[in-house]
């Protein structure tokens, strides 16, 4: 049950990246970082700001309390349903999006943080005239969900994973899927759908 | 009795085969409408407010400040003050607001004050002989005493006698979809999308509280994310949202959140027994006396079937409720049998040792006897084969090192029969067909098998039936619970599609000049029997049809399904006997479930049912604390659920049994791992744990016990 590999910074990146400096003088620096690139340090709230998202290569503007979750600014606001919040605090990954790139739990991200990033959610995975992602159709294939809640965002942390590693080993897909929580059970068939996704992009 | 003209096909085409999910698109695509996912004009966001104490009086309510918060609406009461709250978690009242996120600061400003009473939080407390008296007619609920054969005499003929205490924790469902509706009023007609297993009983649910005709209730689930026997019921959410949206002239969408759903959403109740029992020295039990108890929270009864399968000749039950103040147990995926199966199985498994009989064998030995209801004996020698029985060693792995290596068996049962359930199948003369039926997927492939069966019977292909379902506009079918649904609906989609096609040959018999029970359907043609050369395609032969489409109602009749099923289970399993940590590294589970309809999805349920049990026998635990009566842990990071890294290799043997008809298989495989597991677990450390669920906490103190003299 630890988080997948590509989730944020490990914390092994992190002290990496704090080099032999202690804790407190990377979060120092950290904040220094961005006090620099804003010059002065802004209060937003609490109360609704224009808040622009781009969700699956399309551009949202929304006006929200800055308090409002990219799962929810996404779900409630956007009306693109498709990643859902199941525990809400960024431990069961059915609201794994991918943020230029990595994959984040949607719902312990703040819209107004992402804004400027690219935002994937499953709902922008298929091609537009339907045509399945490799994932999503080796998902059926394998009958590797049963209600289906969880299933987006295992869907998206495939994803992600099979973009990092083309083709995975089991070790790679077991890790890469640990940060996700099914509850009917799929877990084998998943695992599967996965292997068989990273063989169908391997094979073109 | 189904017409034998209805009977399951000898050689199907599509029954048995493996038929992918035919909302698996939708659902990997985002596109499947959950009830969380439905999203009105101008609808509006309803939350709850819920007793933070265990047990209280509520003094007064006061929703002064949240009428003020940015954004509310409307706010209703569920409760009064003078009323007692029975637990943490029990609502009082629902406020709705213009989002989600004002409703919830509205519902804080909700000024609740309590008069704090006495609580109870564990079954032992509730039964302390100075218990206050928290529920009115008494703290426990003691049953009849259930007696067979003589028990003086059974324990006379004992050779070897166990008496110990066993006992199972309290779970609860985490579906991942939370509770919850979205209700929307016309007048004085009601729609509500809910996530629920029961369309048509969440409909009766609404009528009866709000005091409306049923017929002006609509119910939808097209989807749903997880019951697993708790989502029958409209519940207080349900109608509290109802009577929000009533209000507020506005539809609202009330989904619980987390903690809510631990708390109020239903349970599965613990078990607890201290048993006596008796085997004599040739390995046939004798007897079994056991004292049972449980809860099931505050005032819910907590049974279970016990002793489990195995044939105790002499034997007394007596079982007691105990109620505390917790949230209420509901139906939770095969109601009593996981538990009766571990309180029994593990006892099994030390009265093996003490005749010094192979667990395998000794079971076999005290099985009842074999039926189509009851393949135990063959599935234990099936199952020891292939899961490679014959390396396992004695009670107590002898090899050096930290890991011990075991294995373990056990067995279960369930019923799963078809009961009434109603269905609609239309042709038109496009050839295109459509059946409906008011039954609802929970994630089973209901709306799959419904398309299966009338595909069969047609000799279509299933992507030529559209499959209607979920909704209380088609004909009535019972609620997802049980393992009825695939015995309920199948028959009545059969024969409902079999007198839909007896029409249409009636219509087209005249053009092809014979009688209409000389034609059959088969590979999208109409055919004359025995003269495959006269036929007409299924399109053509729907063009006879004219504008008036078939159009025929049906229902379940009996001879196409039954009830009864058996399974057994084997597992293996490491522990580390320095942190107690266990791992579980195989499973094999042998079930039948009759007719299979469609086995890729039926797979599905068996692994879906052992994943679920490993949870229950290795993660997941509701802990309450016993000094303030909270759940600790109402979330899903100290809530544990396995992930992708704590599953095992698990093969799934079905074994199809045509002639029996279809028989639910939802529940059967849940049952008997946990008992598998625990027993593995004792065959690899040699010391026997009687409680679930196995933390390493209680993996490390059997094991202190067990140098220190014993656990046996």
Sequence with gaps: MSKPEQFSVSRRDFLKTAGVGSLATAVITATEANLDAQSTPRVVGPGEVPVTLTVNGTRVDLRIEPRVTLLDAVRNRADLTGNKRVCDRGTCGACTMIVDGRTVYACSTLAIEVQGKQIRTVDGLARADGTLHPVQQAFCDKDALMCGFCTPGFVMATVALIEQHPNPTVDQARKALDGNICRCGTFVRVLEAALEAGRMVARG | ?712
């Design chain 2, 1 to 712: 009795m189904a017409d034998p003209r209805y009977a399951w096909p000898a050689n199907p085409t599509l029954l048995s085969t493996r038929v992918k999910r035919l909302d698996g698109p939708d659902k990997v695509t985002g596109r499947a409408r959950y009830t969380y996912d439905i999203n009105r004009p101008g609808m509006i966001y309803g939350a709850m407010v819920r007793s933070p104490h265990p047990h209280a009086r509520i003094v007064s309510i006061d929703a002064s400040a949240a009428e003020k918060a940015p954004g509310f609406r409307t706010a209703v009461t569920a409760k009064e003050p003078g009323a007692r709250v029975l637990y943490q978690g029990d609502p009082v009242a629902a406020v709705a607001a213009d989002t989600e996120e004002h409703a919830r600061d509205a519902a804080r400003l909700v000024k609740v004050e309590y008069e704090r009473l006495p609580h109870l939080s564990s079954e032992a407390a509730a039964m302390a002989a100075d218990a206050p008296l928290v529920f009115p007619s008494g703290n426990t609920r003691k049953g009849n005493a259930d007696e067979t054969g003589n028990l003086d005499a059974g324990f006379k003929a004992a050779a070897h006698v166990v008496e110990a205490t066993y006992s199972t924790h309290v779970i609860t469902h985490v579906c991942l979809e939370t509770h919850g509706a979205v209700c929307e009023w016309d007048g004085d007609t009601l729609t509500a999308w809910v996530s629920t297993q029961g369309v048509h009983q969440c409909a009766q649910g609404f009528a009866q509280a709000l005091q409306i005709p049923q017929t002006n209730v609509r119910v939808i689930t097209q989807y749903m994310g997880g019951g697993f026997g708790s989502k029958f019921a409209p519940d207080l959410q349900g109608i509290l949202c109802a009577k929000l949206a009533r209000q507020a002239q506005a539809p609202v969408k009330l989904m619980l959140d987390r903690k809510e759903e631990h708390l109020d959403t239903g349970n599965r109740p613990s078990a607890f027994a201290k048993i006596r029992a008796g085997v004599d020295s040739s390995g046939r039990l004798t007897a079994f006396d056991a004292q049972s108890w449980g809860t099931g929270g505050a005032g819910a009864g907590a049974g279970f079937p016990l002793p489990y399968i195995y044939d105790f000749p002499n034997r007394k039950r007596q079982h007691t409720d105990v109620f505390i103040n917790a949230g209420q147990q509901r139906a939770m995926r095969a109601p009593g049998h996981p538990q009766g199966c571990f309180l029994t199985e593990i006892l099994m498994d030390e009265l093996a040792d003490r005749v010094r009989m192979d667990p395998v064998a000794f079971r076999v030995k005290n099985l009842p006897p074999a039926g189509p209801n009851a393949m135990w004996a063959q599935y234990f020698e099936q199952g020891a084969k292939q899961f490679g029985w014959d390396r396992r060693h004695a009670t107590g792995d002898p090899n050096p090192g930290p890991i011990k290596t075991g294995m373990g068996v056990s067995a279960h049962r369930w019923g799963g029969a078809g009961r009434g359930s109603q269905a609609h199948v239309d042709i038109a003369s496009d050839g295109s067909v459509v059946v409906k039926c008011g039954t609802q997927d929970i994630g089973t492939g209901t709306r799959t098998i419904v398309a299966m069966v009338a595909a069969e019977t047609f000799g279509l292909p299933v992507s030529a039936v559209k499959a209607e379902i979920g909704d209380t506009r088609y004909p009535f079918s019972g609620g997802s619970g049980g393992s009825t649904t695939a015995a309920s609906v199948t028959p009545a989609i059969r024969v409902t599609s079999g007198k839909a096609l007896d029409e249409l040959f009636m219509k087209v018999a005249p053009t092809l000049g014979v009688e209409w029970t000389d034609l059959a359907a088969e590979n999208a043609r109409i055919v004359v029997k025995g003269n495959p050369a006269k036929s007409v395609s299924w399109k053509d032969a729907c063009k006879v049809i004219g504008t008036e489409p078939i159009s025929v109602d049906g229902r379940w009749e009996d001879g196409l399904s039954s009830s009864g099923t058996s399974g057994v289970q084997f597992a293996e399993a490491q522990v580390d006997v320095e942190t107690g940590i266990v791992r579980v590294t195989r499973i094999l589970a042998l079930q039948d479930c009759g007719l299979i309809v469609d086995r890729l999805t039926a797979e599905s349920q068996a692994y879906g049912g052992v994943v679920a049990a490993i949870n229950f026998a290795l993660f997941e635990d509701r802990l309450l604390d016993r000094g303030t009566g909270q759940m600790v842990n109402p979330n899903m990071e100290m809530y544990l659920l396995a992930g992708m890294s704590d599953i095992p290799k698990i093969d799934i043997v079905l074994n199809n049994m045509p002639e029996r008809g279809v028989i639910g298989i939802g529940e059967p495989p849940t049952v008997s791992t946990a008992s598998a597991i625990a027993n593995a677990v004792r065959n690899a450390t040699g010391a026997t744990i009687r409680s679930l669920p196995l933390h390493p906490h209680k993996v490390l103190a059997a094991l202190d016990r067990e140098r220190a003299g014993g656990t046996l």
